[in-house]
């Protein structure tokens, strides 16, 4: 049994590393999953994020690594059970010279630019804060948002915090990774991430489903994603959202 995943440039969650192989949290976790479900040969394409849902919709690929949950999506593909919970944060220059620490305080300086990735979740978070069209910069690719941090095009870029995190260690001196209060944004708790599927894999998004409900929050799992930064704190919400 063959299962082709799709995945994104986006430490820690999945990259191609320098023996031009696959690896993340995700990726990792895709893995784990469909070995125990008996696939024997896995995968992976390299793709952009504004095709991930295209993508798996046309049955290019079987499965998508996680991305967030939402209704307009839901419409789409059909969602694996909740893998990971994570806020908002904004990957800056070094001593965040505008002081951006939220989508409202983007809002609040019209002299802020934030560059976000075509079609993902911050869009709408920061259109919601009230940020203005002419202060987003869209971009297709996260590796040029992050340049233009580092270039000054921008003032700020808005991905997952835990993301930003990893990036500011990798990239070093020149940025940091500032993390949202979820209070400022007004979520009671942070948004879920799920695994996504065309919506008539019925058998492999069950089969799917089924192994994440004994794997999930288990010790091989937390030890496993702890290697890419994964703690109880992006784990938990998501595990104890399937109650909710």
């Known amino acids: 049994?063959?299962?082709?995943?799709?995945?994104?440039?986006?430490?820690?969650?999945?990259?191609?590393?320098?023996?031009?192989?696959?690896?993340?949290?995700?990726?990792?976790?895709?893995?784990?999953?469909?070995r125990a479900i008996g696939v024997t040969r896995i995968e992976h394409c390299l793709t952009t994020f504004s095709e991930l849902l295209p993508g798996v919709e046309a049955g290019?690929?079987?499965?998508?690594?996680?991305?967030?949950?939402?209704?307009?999506?839901?419409?789409?593909?059909?969602?694996?059970?909740?893998?990971?919970?994570?806020?908002?944060?904004?990957?800056?220059?070094?001593?965040?010279?505008?002081?951006?620490?939220?989508?409202?305080?983007?809002?609040?300086?019209?002299?802020?630019?934030?560059?976000?990735?075509?079609?993902q979740v911050q869009h709408d978070a920061a259109k919601a804060a009230g940020v203005p069209a002419d202060q987003i910069v869209i971009f297709e690719q996260q590796a040029d948002a992050i340049e233009a941090v580092c270039s000054g095009g921008i003032d700020a870029y808005a991905s997952t915090a835990l993301g930003n995190r990893i990036l500011a260690q990798q990239i070093g001196n020149a940025v940091e990774a500032v993390d949202h209060a979820t209070e400022s944004e007004g979520q009671q708790r942070p948004p879920v991430g799920a695994f996504s599927f065309n919506k008539s894999n019925g058998e492999l998004i069950r089969a799917v489903n089924a192994q994440l409900c004994l794997y999930l929050g288990s010790s091989e799992h937390r030890a496993r994603m702890a290697r890419f930064g994964l703690t109880a704190k992006e784990i938990d919400p998501a595990i104890g959202h399937r109650s909710l």
């Open 1 to 34: 049994m063959k299962v082709t995943i799709a995945y994104l440039q986006e430490p820690p969650f999945g990259w191609t590393g320098s023996d031009g192989t696959a690896t993340g949290a995700d990726l990792d976790l895709a893995d784990a999953v469909l």
């Open 60 to 119: 290019r690929w079987d499965m998508n690594v996680p991305l967030f949950v939402t209704p307009e999506r839901a419409a789409k593909v059909a969602f694996s059970l909740p893998v990971w919970a994570i806020g908002d944060g904004f990957l800056v220059r070094a001593g965040n010279p505008k002081v951006l620490d939220s989508y409202a305080s983007v809002a609040k300086r019209a002299d802020a630019r934030l560059g976000i990735i075509a079609g």
